[in-house]
């Protein structure tokens, strides 16, 4: 049974910091590229940032470039996602996404909170 499940989002100040985590079970994890997207509301889904499968790689969307970033540890079936210097417009649910090819997976969501 695949799953992907993230953790760590919150209620967090501006200029503050949050580190997500997915932790990914049933499929081989360390073949597959792995995103991070998020949705805020009354929003597209948007990319956020992403991470190929040996780690060698990472892409982040203009918005967070500087800010956030992205790592996996593939021993523990994991990726990170370090957001620093967040602003109220970071507020989304953010989802880890799986890809391999045309097989793709998606977690649940972890919401996060960007306000005074």
């Known amino acids: 049974q695949v799953q992907l499940v993230e953790s760590g989002g919150g209620l967090v100040q501006p200029g503050g910091s949050l580190r997500l985590s997915c932790a990914a079970s049933?499929?081989?994890?360390?073949?597959?590229?792995m995103n991070w997207f998020r949705h805020a509301p009354g929003k597209e889904r948007e990319f956020v940032a992403s991470i190929s499968w040996s780690g060698k790689i990472t892409y982040y969307a203009d918005s967070v470039k500087g800010r956030f970033t992205m790592s996996r540890e593939n021993a523990k079936n994991t990726v990170y996602l370090q957001m620093n210097s967040l602003k109220p417009e970071d507020t989304a649910v953010y989802y880890c996404?799986?890809?391999?090819?045309?097989?793709?997976?998606w977690g649940q969501g972890t919401q996060v909170t960007v306000s005074s």
């Open positions: 049933g499929f081989t994890f360390s073949s597959y590229d």
């Open positions: 996404n799986a890809r391999l090819g045309a097989s793709a997976y």
